[in-house]
């Protein structure tokens, strides 16, 4: 008989070769996964669908080592399809031909087929767009799954044909059955002391698949003395926080550090600086967004934010790693604990809309220069009044084109600096409406 055209033939001693813990202890029902109960628990979403009897395309997105090729292979058991699993690292478009040639063939028989890509975001625009007619056509039910945000890594019309089921990240509850499992498939202890197992469930930071492979490695120590923290250091590897310079962690840890410090959190600001440099991130990059915050969001509510940001940046630039961080250390706290404003920002936005909408209006020709007869006959210059030398040093004279209304740009906020700039605004604004008055009673 000739092998089945979806894999090689297992070798005569396939069954007898060693197989990683993490492998043996694979879920072989969706009551075995862990730690995604929104979606197979009873009320779960993915349960439902199974229940009424029908499986679509589905994009499953989640970090890494969350059960997501586990559970494309135990939806098609579920519902009786043929499993083809695929990765796009190591696919092209020959390789998908040949899986849709595959079920075209099985559906003339009368068979469907479940194709499990890995890491589907990897695939070009130009790929992925040839998935739309055999998902269109029933010819396969699609399963993709990415550690990256679909929305960003996936073609509209794929997605649109697709339903996206977010896998959640293992908690520790997740990961501590994960190691009771593996201590019950090894028959023994894992020789670690309490603190020490909760060591490697945070190192193992929500992946069950490297949470195993810890386990694995402990266990080959052949040790029955148990270890505590500091051993177990010594003893595996230390992993480093999940982050991608160029993806969705780094997006997502930065926007969780700005809005930190925009929420005046200090010790949740300095956290998340703290998991950006760990990962590996320039400090250039972090201080250039302090600097941006700095103005954004605190402005002139604190006029020595920006200072302080642009000197921790020159001084990370002078000392460099390890010293220099320290001085963005002291800017994030300085920039969590600062007043918060972004009325310049609001200001600077309202300005452009404003300048956009009104098009280009010609200045009022009392603050035009007239370095020309011409321009003198023509009006330029005159009835200037020179602020230095009207009563209070404010002449209240109209700056706005004369055929538009004044606009209210700036608002500052009851705080910070900005409230004594907000008094002298509405100082400024008491005098402007006097000398109007004075100028209709003459």
Known sequence: MAPPASGPVPGLFEADAPRPLADRLRPRSLDEVVGQDHLIGPDGSLRRMLDNGRLTSLILWGGPGCGKTTLARLLAERSGLKFEPLSAVFSGVADLRKVFDRATSRRQAGEGTLLFVD??????RAQQDGFLPVVEDGTIVLIG????NPSFELNAALLSRCQVYVLNRLDETALGRMLERAEEAEGRALPLDDDARTAVIAMADGDGRYLLNMAEALFALGTTEKMNPAGLAAAVQRRLPVY???????FNLISALHKSLRGSDCDAALYWFGRILEGG?????????LVRFAYEDIGLADPQAAHQALMAWDTYERLGSPEGELALAQAVIYLATAPKSNAAYGAYKSARRTAKETGSLMPPKHILNAPTRLMKDQGYGKDYAYDHDAPDGFSGQNYFPENMSRAKLYQPVERGFEREIRKRLEYWDGLRKKRRQAEIEE
């Open 119 to 124: 890491e589907i975001h990897r695939f070009n």
């Open 145 to 148: 799954a990415t550690t990256e």
């Open 244 to 250: 991608d310079k160029h993806q969705d962690s780094h």
């Open 281 to 289: 991130e320039d400090p250039l990059y972090v201080a250039r967004r």
